[in-house]
């Protein structure tokens, strides 16, 4: 025992941020919370645990060590504590509980909302967060990077999460850094896989979804570069900033950097417009590269998806009456990097458009100054270069490449229905006046078809390609290359999203490329089947060993069901999207119940889909993507949602199943979770430890006398239960008062006898004499609560007021005298009745009263705490009358003393649980046992304090309090 008590001292002594606990959690709407969403009025119990969860995001990141989780409870987290969010180089996991759909991190137009500047490793993990609504904006010459994530010398994982709405800008060119709206890595390792960059907006001069440098404006900082793996992310209506000299990078841009961007989606991102700067007086270029933009950086583009991207238009230049270039590269564009681009769809993009007599941007797929780029089994269809009112055209609406030393290979592309200028390719070398040098492409196993105005703007090097209008070259045709639905649903050729590009068996492109040229590891298309496959229907007149390669991005035989390789029929498409049933499970829906028809259309034609997600509620939950606990073929957030289970927890599982996993406990078996019994009040938790009172604490009879405007008693009449002069009283009773306002009367022997009784939470032992008049022994504070069982004791001796003593559970209150003037002598008629709940016609008790002891013996504390929780034996000396209430029925009870009935005048029995202290339990073990035993021995003799284990309150560890000790022996305690 003494053992434990030393580890308790040293374990309290501990700071709570250094006590292990492996899981943290924060609620900005606890149940235990006095002031939800204000981190500035905390639960006092607040501790991180997951009945006191931290408010606020910080505190939790502050108290974790690392190797510890953070756990968000869904809501949206504002102010401070929630932004400017610091692991302080700790590897911790921040995760939230439900999603970023359930868990907002809202900057309320402050920021960044997280930062990353400790040496954080991949170790540490964001996962399933929305972080939005980060502003960040120079003052001076100050940083303002990353108004949602700034991240410099660290590589955290950030995972699932969404960043949306958040802006970084620079209106007076103030700062040195105004890049990266989104987010911001310096020097950095990051991961970066499954999240959505979705409306972000960056400065003047960097990347908006995400930006990532080196040597960034101001100062000639130098710094190390990036290398960032970016996996399976969405980046949607991201924009860089307008005005100053044209920024890049829509949704990302990057310099001296190397990244690995792959599996990615870039929708509808943009270039900022040109735009006045008042340090020159002119307008600067539009932004480029709305999807991606980079410089002196290499790229890996793996299996993206790039479609609706478009640069920003130009600006005009007031000193020198020009106009200054429009944004190139609608989806990429580099500038000094070296690039490797595979297995993307570049689909309806452009260049930024031109103002009056100022000319278009270039490459409204790609746009390469002085870069190495190569590109395989990628599509590019519908994109257009700039356009201008009355200005030139820009040049290459699927490639543009420029710049001496710049290179450009082509590998198995199929490039189509690209618009003005240069067509599908442009290349300045067939500009030899700018004196750019020579940029020559080469094209090898591509096809190039029905672009606009010309198909090549520029000297190429071609060989086993499909060139419409022809091209020197080994093994090049000129051919309908026999695409299977160019028009797509709405027929436009010209919008690629709904094109069907992909050679029909038999096309002359079939078995007609150069098997030596294709890539090691290019063992597939653009479809994701398989390559050198055979089409019987075509000849073998390309280069190697069969099976030959096909011209461009598809293989006509590749391997996919049978109805992706047959021509469209309008009855195999049930959903109308202009593909043939099985090949729209294949490639772009799914068939989960495998029925042969694909989930939208099974969807459609009512099966179900509760949340709303796409996916049939079977599949979700045969599959373990959802949850269905108690096995009813709906998803629990459903049932939940529905109201058809109960959640009281809002921890999106049934309460049945949190009982039945043994998540919660039901110690009462009643199906709700004891946390919510206690919460909404259908349980008392006398002792707060989280169980029903029922499911521990003893459960006892007692009356209700109803409230204040009840005048219900309990009375008995007879002279037995009088105090004559000079003789003692101690009056004892158990109190669970539901409001503790006004006068209450406990005990009275009326009309003017002696009286327990509270008055607004205050204690008060009354009597009333001829000799002296009316004369209170009240308790200084209040100290009686509402809402619980109260143990309440007055001990007098009549005729002697220095001796009156109040007890309230055991414990001895300070309490003062309000005397009448006179003798103290009682009023001792024998016709006055022993009422309980009340005085004649007035104070009327409101709440239940319990085990009533009335004697005519000063009553010791020692005494009073041991026998509060026990029946007195019936033959206790100084026992004058005992109300048990044990009846549970009827209109009279028994005094046990005199063993006579007792009138019950409208009281109702009730069945409770009275919170019984265990004051012998020393340990607070909820047990009274051998290490109680041993605790009080090893102090025996010894004063208190500081000794355990003096019960008695007498200052001194000695038999009576053995006594206690064991006569509780082996009783269980609250």
Same mark, same amino acid.
């Given at each position: 025992?003494?053992?434990?008590?030393?580890?308790?001292?040293?374990?309290?002594?501990?700071?709570?941020?250094?006590?292990? /606990?492996?899981?943290?959690?924060?609620?900005?709407?606890?149940?235990?919370?006095?002031?939800?969403?204000?981190?500035?009025?905390?639960?006092?119990?607040?501790?991180?645990?997951?009945?006191?969860?931290?408010? @606020?995001?910080?505190?939790?990141?502050?108290?974790?060590?690392?190797?510890?989780?953070?756990?968000?409870?869904?809501?949206?987290?504002?102010?401070?504590?929630? #932004?400017?969010?610091?692991?302080?180089?700790?590897?911790?996991?921040?995760?939230?509980?439900?999603?970023?759909?359930?868990?907002?991190?809202?900057?309320?137009?402050?920021?960044?909302?997280?930062?990353?500047?400790?040496?954080?490793?991949?170790?540490?993990?964001?996962?399933?967060?929305?972080?939005?609504?980060?502003?960040?904006?120079?003052?001076?010459?100050?940083?303002?990077?990353?108004?949602?994530?700034?991240?410099?010398?660290?590589?955290?994982?950030?995972?699932?999460?969404?960043?949306?709405?958040?802006?970084?800008?620079?209106?007076?060119?103030?700062?040195?850094?105004?890049?990266?709206?989104?987010?911001?890595?310096?020097?950095?390792?990051?991961?970066?896989?499954?999240?959505?960059?979705?409306?972000?907006?960056?400065?003047?001069?960097?990347?908006?979804?995400?930006?990532?440098?080196?040597?960034?404006?101001?100062?000639?900082?130098?710094?190390?570069?990036?290398?960032?793996?970016?996996?399976?992310?969405?980046?949607?209506?991201?924009?860089?900033?307008?005005?100053?000299?044209? =920024?890049?990078?829509?949704?990302?841009?990057?310099?001296?950097?190397?990244?690995?961007?792959?599996?990615?989606?870039?929708?509808?991102?943009?270039?900022?417009?040109?735009?006045?700067?008042?340090?020159?007086?002119?307008?600067?270029?539009?932004?480029?590269?709305?999807?991606?933009?980079?410089?002196?950086?290499?790229?890996?583009?793996?299996?993206?998806?790039? /479609?609706?991207?478009?640069?920003?238009?130009?600006?005009?230049?007031?000193?020198?009456?020009?106009?200054?270039?429009?944004?190139?590269?609608?989806?990429?564009?580099?500038?000094?990097?070296?690039?490797?681009?595979?297995?993307?769809?570049?689909?309806?993009?452009?260049?930024?458009?031109?103002?009056?007599?100022?000319?278009?941007?270039?490459?409204?797929?790609?746009?390469?100054?002085?870069?190495?780029?190569?590109?395989?089994?990628?599509?590019?269809?519908?994109?257009? @270069?700039?356009?201008?009112?009355?200005?030139?055209?820009?040049?290459?609406?699927?490639?543009?490449?420029?710049?001496?030393?710049?290179?450009?290979?082509?590998?198995?592309?199929?490039?189509?229905?690209?618009?003005?200028?240069?067509?599908?390719?442009?290349?300045?070398?067939?500009?030899?006046?700018?004196?750019?040098?020579?940029?020559?492409?080469?094209?090898?196993?591509?096809?190039?078809?029905?672009?606009?105005?010309?198909?090549?703007?520029?000297?190429?090097?071609?060989?086993?390609?499909?060139?419409?209008?022809?091209?020197?070259?080994?093994?090049?045709?000129?051919?309908?290359?026999?695409?299977?639905?160019?028009?797509?649903?709405?027929?436009?050729?010209?919008?690629?999203?709904?094109?069907?590009?992909?050679?029909?068996?038999?096309?002359?492109?079939?078995?007609?490329?150069?098997?030596?040229?294709?890539?090691?590891?290019?063992?597939?298309?653009?479809?994701? =089947?398989?390559?050198?496959?055979?089409?019987?229907?075509?000849?073998?007149?390309?280069?190697?060993?069969?099976?030959?390669?096909?011209?461009?991005?598809?293989?006509?035989?590749?391997?996919?069901?049978?109805?992706?390789?047959?021509?469209?029929?309008?009855?195999?498409?049930?959903?109308?999207?202009?593909?043939?049933?099985?090949?729209?499970?294949?490639?772009?829906?799914?068939?989960?119940?495998?029925?042969?028809?694909?989930?939208?259309?099974?969807?459609?034609?009512?099966?179900?889909?509760?949340?709303?997600?796409?996916?049939?509620?079977?599949?979700?939950?045969?599959?373990?993507?959802?949850?269905?606990?108690?096995?009813?073929?709906?998803?629990?957030?459903?049932?939940?949602?529905?109201?058809?289970?109960?959640?009281? *927890?809002?921890?999106?599982?049934?309460?049945?199943?949190?009982?039945?996993?043994?998540?919660?406990?039901?110690?009462?078996? *009643?199906?709700?979770?004891?946390?919510?019994? #206690?919460?909404?009040?259908?349980?008392?938790?006398?002792?707060?430890?989280?169980?029903?009172?029922?499911?521990?604490?003893?459960?006892?009879?007692?009356?209700?006398?109803?409230?204040?405007?009840?005048?219900?008693?309990?009375?008995?009449?007879?002279?037995?239960?009088?105090?004559?002069?000079?003789?003692?009283?101690?009056?004892?009773?158990?109190?669970?008062?539901?409001?503790?306002?006004?006068?209450?009367?406990?005990?009275?022997?009326?009309?003017?006898?002696?009286?327990?009784?509270?008055?607004?939470?205050?204690?008060?032992?009354?009597?009333?004499?001829?000799?002296?008049?009316?004369?209170?022994?009240? &308790?200084?504070?209040?100290?009686?609560?509402?809402?619980?069982?109260?143990?309440?004791?007055?001990?007098?001796?009549?005729?002697?007021? &220095?001796?009156?003593?109040?007890?309230?559970?055991?414990?001895?209150?300070?309490?003062?005298?309000?005397?009448?003037?006179?003798?103290?002598?009682?009023?001792?008629?024998?016709?006055?009745?022993?009422?309980?709940?009340?005085?004649?016609?007035?104070?009327?008790?409101?709440?239940? #009263?319990?085990?009533?002891?009335?004697?005519?013996?000063?009553?010791?504390?020692?005494? #009073?705490?041991?026998?509060?929780?026990?029946?007195?034996?019936? =033959?206790?000396?100084?026992?004058?009358?005992?109300?048990?209430?044990?009846?549970?029925?009827?209109?009279?009870?028994?005094?046990?003393?005199?063993?006579?009935?007792?009138?019950?005048?409208?009281?109702?029995?009730?069945?409770?649980?009275?919170?019984?202290?265990?004051?012998?339990?020393?340990?607070?073990?909820?047990?009274?046992?051998?290490?109680?035993?041993?605790?009080?021995?090893?102090?025996?003799?010894?004063?208190?304090?500081?000794?355990?284990?003096?019960?008695?309150?007498?200052?001194?560890?000695?038999?009576?309090?053995?006594?206690?000790?064991?006569?509780?022996?082996?009783?269980?305690?609250?």
């Amino acid at each position: 025992m003494i053992a434990r008590a030393v580890l308790l001292i040293i374990t309290c002594a501990i700071p709570p941020a250094a006590i292990a /606990q492996s899981t943290w959690y924060v609620d900005d709407n606890a149940l235990s919370d006095p002031g939800p969403g204000d981190t500035a009025v905390s639960d006092p119990a607040e501790d991180g645990t997951a009945g006191h969860p931290f408010d @606020a995001i910080q505190e939790a990141l502050d108290a974790a060590l690392a190797g510890d989780t953070v756990l968000l409870r869904d809501g949206t987290y504002t102010g401070l504590g929630n #932004i400017k969010l610091n692991f302080a180089g700790k590897d911790l996991t921040l995760i939230s509980q439900n999603g970023p759909a359930a868990c907002i991190i809202d900057g309320q137009d402050d920021g960044p909302l997280l930062v990353f500047a400790s040496g954080e490793t991949p170790a540490s993990v964001v996962q399933g967060l929305t972080l939005r609504n980060g502003r960040r904006r120079p003052v001076a010459q100050s940083d303002a990077c990353g108004a949602g994530i700034y991240c410099v010398d660290a590589s955290p994982t950030i995972f699932d999460c969404v960043i949306a709405e958040n802006e970084v800008f620079d209106l007076d060119e103030a700062g040195d850094c105004f890049e990266g709206g989104g987010a911001y890595f310096q020097r950095s390792d990051a991961r970066i896989i499954d999240c959505t960059f979705r409306e972000n907006h960056g400065g003047s001069a960097g990347g908006e979804g995400l930006f990532i440098k080196q040597n960034g404006p101001g100062g000639g900082l130098f710094a190390r570069g990036s290398n960032l793996l970016i996996e399976g992310c969405l980046f949607e209506r991201n924009e860089t900033g307008h005005g100053g000299d044209g =920024g890049y990078g829509g949704a990302i841009g990057a310099f001296n950097s190397t990244l690995i961007v792959r599996n990615c989606g870039f929708l509808g991102n943009r270039g900022g417009d040109g735009g006045f700067r008042p340090v020159t007086s002119k307008l600067g270029a539009g932004a480029s590269g709305a999807g991606l933009g980079g410089r002196n950086s290499t790229f890996t583009v793996e299996n993206c998806w790039f /479609q609706d991207n478009e640069a920003g238009a130009m600006g005009y230049d007031f000193i020198d009456g020009f106009f200054d270039d429009a944004g190139n590269g609608g989806a990429m564009w580099f500038e000094q990097c070296t690039v490797a681009v595979h297995n993307c769809r570049v689909i309806d993009n452009r260049a930024g458009d031109g103002r009056p007599n100022g000319g278009g941007g270039n490459g409204g797929g790609i746009a390469l100054f002085e870069s190495n780029a190569t590109v395989i089994n990628s599509l590019f269809a519908g994109n257009s @270069a700039g356009r201008s009112d009355s200005g030139p055209l820009g040049r290459g609406g699927g490639i543009a490449s420029e710049g001496p030393g710049a290179t450009l290979t082509v590998i198995n592309c199929t490039l189509a229905y690209n618009l003005p200028a240069g067509g599908a390719i442009h290349t300045d070398n067939a500009l030899p006046t700018r004196g750019d040098g020579p940029s020559i492409p080469v094209l090898v196993n591509t096809i190039v078809r029905a672009n606009a105005p010309v198909q090549i703007d520029g000297i190429v090097t071609a060989t086993y390609s499909n060139i419409e209008g022809g091209r020197a070259g080994t093994g090049n045709i000129d051919a309908d290359p026999h695409f299977r639905g160019p028009g797509g649903v709405d027929g436009n050729p010209a919008t690629g999203f709904d094109g069907d590009y992909r050679p029909a068996y038999g096309a002359p492109g079939n078995d007609a490329a150069d098997n030596t040229a294709v890539p090691t590891a290019a063992t597939t298309d653009l479809d994701g =089947g398989a390559r050198f496959t055979d089409d019987p229907n075509a000849p073998d007149t390309g280069n190697g060993t069969a099976p030959l390669v096909d011209m461009g991005a598809y293989e006509a035989n590749n391997g996919l069901p049978a109805d992706c390789d047959e021509p469209f029929d309008p009855s195999l498409d049930c959903n109308g999207n202009g593909i043939n049933d099985g090949c729209d499970i294949y490639t772009v829906d799914s068939d989960c119940d495998g029925n042969l028809v694909p989930d939208t259309c099974d969807l459609a034609n009512g099966a179900t889909d509760c949340n709303g997600n796409g996916l049939h509620d079977s599949c979700e939950i045969a599959d373990g993507t959802t949850a269905d606990c108690d096995g009813n073929g709906v998803p629990d957030t459903c049932d939940v949602a529905a109201g058809t289970a109960e959640d009281c *927890n809002a921890n999106g599982i049934p309460d049945s199943c949190d009982i039945a996993a043994g998540v919660a406990s039901d110690c009462n078996s *009643n199906g709700v979770p004891d946390a919510c019994d #206690i919460a909404v009040g259908t349980s008392d938790d006398c002792n707060a430890d989280g169980v029903p009172d029922e499911c521990i604490a003893p459960e006892r009879i007692a009356l209700d006398f109803g409230s204040n405007a009840d005048l219900f008693d309990v009375s008995i009449a007879g002279a037995n239960y009088v105090i004559p002069d000079e003789e003692p009283v101690t009056l004892e009773a158990w109190v669970y008062p539901r409001s503790i306002a006004g006068e209450q009367t406990v005990i009275s022997k009326r009309p003017n006898n002696y009286a327990l009784r509270i008055v607004d939470g205050r204690v008060r032992f009354r009597f009333v004499s001829p000799a002296s008049g009316l004369n209170d022994f009240t &308790t200084t504070a209040v100290v009686v609560p509402a809402g619980q069982w109260t143990h309440l004791a007055a001990v007098h001796t009549f005729g002697d007021s &220095t001796a009156s003593l109040i007890y309230v559970n055991g414990q001895q209150v300070a309490a003062t005298w309000d005397q009448g003037s006179g003798g103290s002598a009682p009023n001792t008629d024998p016709e006055q009745d022993l009422v309980i709940g009340r005085l004649p016609d007035a104070a009327a008790f409101n709440g239940l #009263i319990d085990e009533v002891r009335v004697w005519n013996r000063r009553r010791s504390a020692a005494r #009073i705490a041991e026998y509060m929780p026990r029946p007195v034996p019936t =033959g206790a000396v100084g026992l004058l009358a005992h109300f048990p209430f044990d009846e549970n029925a009827g209109a009279t009870t028994l005094e046990r003393v005199r063993n006579a009935d007792a009138g019950v005048n409208g009281p109702g029995w009730v069945r409770d649980h009275l919170c019984l202290p265990c004051v012998s339990d020393l340990d607070a073990s909820g047990l009274v046992d051998l290490d109680d035993l041993a605790a009080l021995l090893a102090n025996f003799g010894a004063a208190a304090p500081p000794a355990e284990g003096d019960i008695d309150s007498d200052g001194f560890v000695g038999l009576s309090d053995l006594a206690r000790v064991l006569a509780d022996f082996g009783r269980f305690c609250d």
